[in-house]
């Protein structure tokens, strides 16, 4: 793709053609970012990335810019700005003439990056979030288990309770902690689910006790608890028979 930058050819102010690709690959490098992200594991690897992405787009704005000193454009009003690309995408486009569509794109692009990326997502995850979505989570997410199932943590803790189940998340040093209160038989359990966050991705996501009146269960006693709640819960279930079996097990 070319545009074209003023010149003087027998009289007639004529424009050469001059390429575009530097811009183009500067202008989409955001969104090319959080296309990218989904597919970080871990904070670490989205700052490697987004790194990446502030020193890319400036280099290739840099790289614009000596293409175009060798098309014999005068860039000396473009000075360092490339520095900051939505500034020097803006006067470049001035100087050559060019499209102010590629301007509006880069500063739409770059405040999107911004506003949607998984740092700014981390920042506004409260417990209030965690509480509606842990209940909703597939019980095959659960470090604790393996195999497949189609139901979800709330569905089999709600179906063994029979009753109203109490969900409340607290913030802490890891991530989060969840818990759920119900009653079952007459006695009341207590299931706390460990969801440790660090920022960006999510990395253990497990229940780490279980309680019955107040007592936290063994090794054992949790394995059959894990069962009863998780695995044979379409023995408890009231709508299960359109759903396929879980072929989850304790860990």
Avoid at 187 to 206: C, M, Q
């Amino acid at each position: 793709m070319y545009i074209k930058t003023p010149t003087v050819y027998d009289g007639v102010m004529e424009k050469p053609k001059v390429p575009i690709g530097y811009i183009l690959y500067a202008v989409f490098l955001p969104i090319i970012g959080l296309f990218l992200e989904r597919y970080a594991y871990s904070a670490l690897v989205a700052i490697v990335l987004w790194v990446l992405v502030l020193i890319l787009m400036p280099l290739s704005c840099a790289l614009d810019k000596r293409m175009l000193d060798k098309h014999d454009v005068n860039t000396i009003t473009l000075g360092k700005s490339y520095l900051f690309p939505p500034i020097y995408i803006y006067k470049r486009q001035i100087l050559v003439g060019g499209e102010a569509m590629l301007c509006v794109a880069c500063v739409t692009l770059c405040a999107g990056a911004l506003l949607t990326n998984g740092f700014i997502k981390g920042l506004r995850l409260k417990t209030d979030s965690v509480v509606d979505m842990v209940p909703n989570t597939a019980v095959s997410q659960l470090d604790n288990f393996s195999g497949k199932s189609l139901y979800t943590i709330g569905e089999c803790v709600q179906a063994y309770s029979k009753q109203t189940v109490n969900w409340k998340a607290e913030k802490t040093s890891y991530g989060f902690e969840v818990t759920a209160e119900g009653d079952h038989d007459s006695k009341s359990f207590t299931i706390i689910i460990k969801l440790e966050f660090d920022g960006f991705a999510y990395h253990d996501f497990r229940i780490t006790e279980v309680r019955i009146d107040g007592e936290s269960l063994d090794k054992d006693k949790k394995s059959d608890f894990f069962q009863a709640v998780f695995i044979d819960y379409k023995k408890n279930g009231t709508d299960s028979s359109s759903k396929s079996e879980s072929s989850s097990e304790n860990k």
